[in-house]
């Protein structure tokens, strides 16, 4: 997919992957809607991002709504449909973490967690796809994580959230690719964004040092790897090599990675 003057709508667009992966597209010459729910930092992201444009036509709309609320999302696509038209590209990259030890959390967390990683995904592709529908043709990308992978210590509201994900997106593929709308799930690792800093606030020692065992990626990179593989129309799109190996090997390797996982643990508890 060429992006020059193709409309994408970026839910969580207004900071880490998902405004890096704006900034790239504006970049590229694409009119662009980030949604979100704060209004001062969409502002500060709509700035950004129209200083990355390539022509003064571009369009770069930003529209405040929270994705775990049906009627707000719906409205807000439906309002960037209306200014730039129907996208070509959907991102739905807005999320939460709240790591933490599972006797200790409480369910509002785990609710919370579900209602925007999941159902704040779910609710943008059924807003955004009645128009794809009717062009026959778009990209939805679909942004899950490492620990929508395999479980990961601490992380018991997060990755059950992005392991929703992965069996949406691939029961989605087959079922849109008839259609002429591809599908595509991101499983970034650790990266460097303002969501991370808060998730260290909450963090376990233990998963600590599970996650320190990977590098954390810029989100500017992570990007890079979003955008090629949607121009290659990937549906799996892994940063590094190491996710690579962790979605190809993942029932082969899991027992391995979860021996490794308890020495760490034992060694934070003795």
Known sequence: MKFYQKHAIITGGSSGIGKATAIMLAKEGAHISIIARR?????????????????P?????SVSA?????AQIEEAISTAIEQIGTPELLITSAGIAYPG?????????FEDTMAINYFGTLYAIKSVLPSMMQKQRGHIVIISSAAGLIGIYGYTPYSPSKFA???LAES???ELKNLGIHVSIVYPPDTDTPQLA????????????????????SA?????VILRGIKRKDFAITPGLKIKLLRVWHSLIAPIINWYFDIIIKKVRS
């Open 198 to 217: 808060t998730e260290n606030l909450t963090k376990p020692a233990e998963t600590k040092l599970i996650t320190g065992t990977a590098k954390t990626w």
């Open 220 to 224: 500017e990179n992570v990007a890079r």
């Open 172 to 174: 989605l593929r087959g």
């Open 39 to 55: 209004q001062d930092i969409l502002s500060a992201a709509k700035a950004e991002i129209e200083a990355a444009r390539v022509y």
């Open 165 to 167: 994900l992965r069996g």
């Open 66 to 70: 929270s994705v775990e609320n049906l």
């Open 101 to 109: 030890y599972f006797h200790e959390l409480s369910l509002k967390v």
């Open 57 to 61: 036509e571009q369009r770069i709309i």
